[in-house]
């Protein structure tokens, strides 16, 4: 079955500066993945959803890309502000979505 | 204006004692999901229903069982909860099963003492 690597299990960066997270997974690539934010103590909220035939998707200070010959996503936060400090899930499908362990950021103004 | 409701937030009980996990949704969506998330770990799926269809991960232990009267609750009833069954409790819909964003609750941090 599919895995899903979320590598850094926390990154600590200075306000203003861009984030960076990595997703990776083992099998195929999936027709899409997304990514999730988590606070402490709280379900999962939707972030954005990147299709394998795109290469890159925004949202405001968000930006994820999809690379299928590396098994790779990378998921941005330009402009960091203290507030954007939550866990970071990537996701993919199988049977239903499955997560990885996620990424915790952690910005310091 | 919550969409995916959870309830009790916390909830306590003894080993071996069954309890009942409960969620709501006011999304009309088809699919329902029980994850288990414990601390900083990956939330891990237990079963879903699309609609009445039953679908359970093969590796969710027979202690788990869920129960999907209609198409705004569902229900996770453990047994007979054991201390690693202490975990947030996660309950998700989403509109299909393909393509398709998830809208998680809030979560019920479960004790097991």
């Known amino acids: 079955s599919q895995k899903i690597e979320q590598n850094s299990e926390a990154l600590n960066i200075q306000e203003g500066k861009t984030a960076t997270l990595t997703c990776n997974y083992t099998n195929y690539s999936p027709a899409y993945l997304q990514w999730y934010r988590q606070d402490p103590g709280r379900g999962p909220v939707f972030l954005l959803l990147i299709r394998e035939n795109e290469k890159e998707k925004r949202k405001e200070r968000l930006k994820v890309t999809f690379d299928t010959t590396l098994k790779q996503s990378l998921f941005h936060i330009t402009a960091s502000q203290p507030a954007d400090s939550a866990t970071y899930l990537c996701?993919?499908?199988?049977?239903?979505?499955?997560f990885g362990k996620g990424t915790t950021l952690s910005v310091s103004s | 204006d919550a969409m995916v409701i959870q309830n009790p937030r916390y909830q306590v009980t003894q080993f071996g004692k069954p309890v009942t996990l409960s969620c709501s949704q006011t999304l009309n969506h088809n699919v329902m999901y029980w994850y288990q998330q414990k601390s900083s770990q990956a939330p891990k799926l237990l079963f879903h229903?699309?609609?009445?269809?039953?679908?359970n991960e093969a590796d969710t232990p027979d202690n788990f069982q869920s129960r999907r009267p209609n198409t705004s609750f569902c229900f996770l009833d453990i047994r007979s909860p054991g201390l690693g069954d202490a975990a947030m409790y996660l309950c998700a819909t989403s509109r299909g099963t393909r393509t398709e964003k998830l809208f998680f609750g809030s979560g019920t941090q479960l004790s097991v003492l």
């Open positions: 996701a993919l499908q199988e049977t239903a979505l499955i």
């Open positions: 229903y699309y609609d009445k269809d039953f679908n």
